[in-house]
């Protein structure tokens, strides 16, 4: 699969065929017909499937960066290891600091490459929508289980919020991930989930 050329159409998140690799199980899927199941894990694809990737977390590293640059004074308490003399009060809390900031940094560097060598990104499949995102397990929603997909009164963050059936709370996807860095990216996304849980409903009535 290749990338299609562009028409002049607005700039949108990366679009199909963006699949190469299967969302949910990393299975090459190059060479492919555009209707196809995974031939690891099943999960379906389709013309109409897309991938709305975090392209660009400026945040997260941002918070990262002044979290870790603000470290150095208490780095500073690790020289006092190397004192000959008793070490004080503030000296001793000094070098827990330190200790704690390098501890800090280290899983901090090792969680944010696992984090972005996997990628976040919501994508819409045939079988429901998958998400990978920062502070959740991997999940996949069936269409069936969405009741509406919508903005979020907040549009300043451009927000979906999801309603789940069933469930009292809603999901909510963007925020500081910028999963949608523009408006036409956020009103398609909305436009496909509900269309995709519109059919869905529709065909489990139809075989009833």
């Known amino acids: 699969m290749t990338d299609a050329p562009s028409t002049g159409e607005p700039l949108r998140s990366k679009t199909h065929p963006a699949f190469q690799r299967c969302v949910r199980c990393s299975y090459r899927l190059r060479g ?3 209707n196809h199941a995974c031939p690891e894990c099943g999960l379906r694809f389709d013309e109409e499937c897309e991938l709305y990737r975090v392209h660009n977390p400026k945040v997260i590293f941002g918070v990262f960066g002044i979290l870790y640059g603000s470290g150095w004074v208490s780095l500073k308490g690790l020289g006092n290891l190397g ?3 008793p070490l004080g009060g503030w ?4 070098v827990v600091a330190g200790i704690f900031w390098v501890v800090m940094v280290v899983a901090g560097v090792f969680f944010v490459v696992r984090l972005y060598r996997r990628g976040q990104f919501a994508a819409v499949t045939g ?3 998958f998400i990978r995102m920062a502070g959740r397990n991997d999940e996949l929603i069936a269409w069936h289980d969405i ?3 919508c903005v979020k009164p907040d549009r300043k963050c451009r927000i979906v919020a999801l309603k789940l059936r069933g ?3 809603t999901l909510e996807l963007g925020s500081v991930f910028k999963l949608f860095p523009r408006d036409e ?3 398609r996304f909305i436009q496909q989930v509900n269309d995709r849980r519109t059919q869905s409903d529709s065909e489990r009535q139809a075989d009833r």
Do not use: F, I, M, Y
């Open 32 to 34: 492919l017909p555009e």
């Open 83 to 85: 004192g000959t003399g």
């Open 167 to 169: 469930k009292a709370k």
């Open 185 to 187: 990216d956020l009103e």
């Open 127 to 129: 079988d429901g929508l």
């Open 147 to 149: 009741a509406d997909a």
């Open 91 to 94: 000296d001793v809390l000094a």
